[in-house]
């Protein structure tokens, strides 16, 4: 019967292009929008954000940043969540 075939065929096409795009929606974007939640939510603590974001430097200069707050001055992140708020702060403070 090659009319069963057909609809197999389309409802695997369906799933593929469902599960394609969803898979998008869950990497494109998301990442910056928790970044820079986080970013604002815990960089704001003890200084504005204008703080950091006056500054330019690249990802080791960042990297050096953040964990200066983390584990000198105190600010409250987990290791997971400071490479989040590096990833946002090379894309809009990195260099040019
Ligand atoms: C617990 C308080 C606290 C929190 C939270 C905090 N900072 Fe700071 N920050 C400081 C203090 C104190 C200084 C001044 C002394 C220094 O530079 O280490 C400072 C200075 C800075 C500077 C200027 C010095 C430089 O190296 O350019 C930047 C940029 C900065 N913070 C970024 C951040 C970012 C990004 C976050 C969030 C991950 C953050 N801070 C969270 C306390 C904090």
Request: charged letters at 25%; a positive charge; one cysteine or more.
């Amino acid at each position: 019967m090659p009319g069963k075939r057909v609809i197999i065929a389309l409802f695997t096409c369906v799933f593929l292009l469902a599960g394609s795009a969803y898979a998008q929606k869950e990497s494109g974007g998301q990442g910056e929008d928790r970044g820079k939640a986080l970013f604002e939510g815990k960089c704001s603590d003890c200084h504005a954000l204008s703080r950091p974001l006056n500054k330019t430097k690249d990802r080791d200069g960042w990297t050096a940043t953040v964990t200066r707050m983390q584990k000198v001055n105190g600010c409250r992140i987990t290791d997971a969540e400071a490479v989040e708020i590096v990833n946002y702060l090379v894309k809009v403070r990195g260099p040019k």
